[in-house]
Structure formats: structure tokens, C-alpha cells
């Protein structure tokens, strides 16, 4: 460690659990971080701050005026342009810690890439908004023996635990087995959306903190400071929870291995928190986005606006936003066939 990392990080080396050895730790290490919502972008922004490594950062959405309250590295400049939240992201924390090495990519998270690029990390943060994706996560990491650590906001209430498999309990344990204490808490994002409830900044700010702790233990090799409790928060009411959750021995996932949601097929469409809205990711290609702005232009598509890495157009009553792998997400519907039927009509079945 030069004088300069010594200096920088001088506030967390002094703190008795971490020293200059977890200081060490910690910029050796690395960590994948899924999803760059509320969550994500607080979680980024601890672990770079403190020093890590490596972040890779993987996010299929993009910056909008309705995410600024609450996603704290972004701007209005990166929701006026149109930014992917990776894009925006990375080059934020590249602003923050030129010492820490931020990797941004615009995507989704499905079976068929799932352990491509989620391996070689030794922790997996959740920063996703949906049970689909984080089952998914739950499968690769068992898969791959690695930790990872569950975090869910909605509302002003939050909910967390860093899941070790083989050693505590994973999310299936939590969630297939239905009896735990908590009741609907721990499926919290699951059954009501953001969209149809809010989310407070503070709520997300909780969780994260949370969230990010538990990484740096696991990056200074601290694994027996483990919290191993399901946490939850409200920062409304002021109520904090901390249970054990037991592992259930008979899970299909830990327990059976039957990780179906990592062999399972990518679902074609999904439908995505916070928007009315369809995703179609079925079609990995890669487009000409300023081609394809011209030739929509030309059709019925009007508003055509494209950046680097994504294509807006209005097709009234809906508004689709097309990446650049072939990726599109149609606003103003929540039938699939719609937005299929649209995807088709201007880029092509
Ligand atoms: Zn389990």
C-alpha cells in the first residue's frame, strides 16, 4: 500500500475490524453487483469508496428523471441523455476512486449467461427489483460456492441477509418453504412493486449500508463477523428486525441441488418493476442503432433520439427503447404480445 492509498483510506484502516491486512484485502479483491437501481448504486458507492478492487456492474435499464430521489450516483444530465444506469454508473465511481476498477455492463442477467458473468467473483450483490432475477442469482451462486447477499426495498421498508451456501440458509430456504417468521416481509418487491407503492431513498439507504458492510467482511476476510440474520427495517415506523432464518434441509435448491432456474430456459419477456412497461430480450443480436433511427424515422416512429448504446422512439400510444444488442423495452403496456407485436413490426421477428 503507497502513502497516498494509506492516506485515503486512513478512516477505515483504523477501524479495529478491518486494519492495514482487510485495507490490503479489500483492494485485491473483487465483487459483481447486479441491478444499479437505489440499492445498487448506494452499494457501488460504498464498496469504491472503501477501495474494492474490482466491481463489475451488470444493468439492463437506463437513467430517467423518476429514479434521481432515491439512485444516488445518478444525475439529470446521465436522464436527460438517456444514460444506461452501467454507462452512468461507471463513470461516476471512476470520478469518485480512480484506484478502484469499475466494469459497466449493459445487459440483463439470464440462464444462458448467468455463470458467465456472475463466475470468478468471490461475493454476488443483489440490486435487482425482482424475485425472478434473484432466484436466478440463488441458483448461480450455489452453482458456483460462492456468498452472495439479498437486499429488497419497497415502500420505506427494506429487507437483507448474506446468503453462504452449504452454510446458511439461501433464499429458497426463505421463501419455498413459507413458514418462516417474518411472513410476507422477506418477499417484499415480490408481491407489491415499487411502482404501485414507492420507495423511499432512506428505506434503500438502510439496506445498502447494510448490504455493503456485509461485502467488506467478506472482502477483508472477516467471514466470522458475518451478521448470518435476516435483517429488516421499516424507517417509517423506526421498527428493525434481526431473525434467524434455518436452513431447510430438504430445499431443492441448497439442499437438491435442483437449480432450475439456472437450466431453465430465459423467459422471453418480462414485465419490469416501476413501469408500465415490457422487456424483449429474446433476440441477442447486434444492431446499427443510427441505421435503425433512420429507417424508423422514415416509418411512423416520430421523437426518434439515440445515444451510443440505446435508440428512444415514440410509436404512439407507446413509447420503445432499443439497445444495442438487440434488447427493447416497450413502454405504455403490460401485455406481452403487444410489445411483441411491435418488436416485430419495426425491427424485425
Ligand atoms: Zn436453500
Request: net charge neutral.
Amino acid at each position: 500500500m503507497n502513502a497516498e492509498d494509506r492516506e485515503k483510506y486512513s478512516r477505515q484502516i483504523l477501524f479495529d475490524g478491518i486494519g492495514e491486512d482487510g485495507q490490503e484485502r479489500i483492494m485485491a479483491a473483487s465483487a459483481v453487483l447486479v441491478g444499479c437501481g437505489a440499492l445498487g448504486t448506494a452499494v457501488a458507492g460504498l464498496l469504491v469508496r472503501a477501495g474494492i478492487g474490482r466491481l463489475r456492474i451488470i444493468d439492463r435499464d437506463f437513467v430517467e428523471l423518476s429514479n434521481l430521489q432515491r439512485q444516488a450516483l445518478f444525475d439529470e444530465k446521465d436522464a436527460r441523455e438517456a444514460l444506461p444506469k452501467a454507462i452512468a454508473a461507471e463513470r461516476h465511481l471512476r470520478e469518485i476512486n480512480t484506484g478502484a476498477g469499475v466494469e459497466g455492463i449493459v445487459g440483463d442477467v439470464t440462464p444462458k449467461n448467468a455463470m458467465e458473468l456472475l463466475g470468478g467473483f468471490p461475493v454476488i450483490l443483489d440490486g435487482t427489483d425482482n424475485f425472478e432475477t434473484r432466484l436466478l442469482i440463488n441458483d448461480a451462486a450455489i452453482s458456483l460456492g460462492v456468498p452472495w447477499i439479498y437486499a429488497a426495498v419497497i415502500g420505506s421498508y427494506g429487507v437483507t441477509m448474506t446468503i453462504r451456501p452449504g452454510e446458511t440458509a439461501c433464499l429458497a430456504c426463505l421463501i419455498e418453504s413459507g413458514d418462516h417468521a417474518n411472513g410476507n416481509g422477506a418477499h417484499a418487491g415480490n408481491e407489491a412493486t415499487c411502482d404501485m407503492m414507492g420507495v423511499l431513498g432512506g428505506a434503500a439507504g438502510v439496506v445498502a449500508a447494510i448490504e455493503a458492510t456485509e461485502a467488506l467482511k467478506i472482502l477483508a476476510g472477516k467471514l466470522e463477523k458475518l451478521n448470518g440474520k435476516l435483517v429488516s427495517c421499516d424507517v417509517w415506523s423506526g421498527k428493525f428486525q434481526s431473525i434467524r432464518v434455518p436452513r431447510n434441509p430438504d430445499c431443492r435448491r441448497c439442499g437438491r441441488r435442483e437449480l432450475t432456474y439456472l437450466s431453465g430456459d430465459a423467459q422471453p419477456h418480462i414485465t419490469m418493476c416501476g413501469r408500465d412497461s415490457v422487456q424483449i430480450h429474446e433476440r441477442n443480436r447486434r444492431l446499427d442503432l443510427k441505421e435503425l433511427g433512420q429507417r424508423l424515422a422514415a416509418v411512423s416512429a416520430s421523437d426518434v433520439r439515440n445515444n451510443d448504446f440505446l435508440l428512444r422512439c415514440t410509436i404512439a400510444p407507446y413509447e420503445m427503447t432499443v439497445f444495442a444488442d438487440g434488447r427493447a423495452i416497450i413502454k405504455g403496456t403490460k401485455d406481452p404480445a403487444v410489445a411483441r407485436s411491435i418488436y416485430a413490426r419495426y425491427l424485425g421477428a
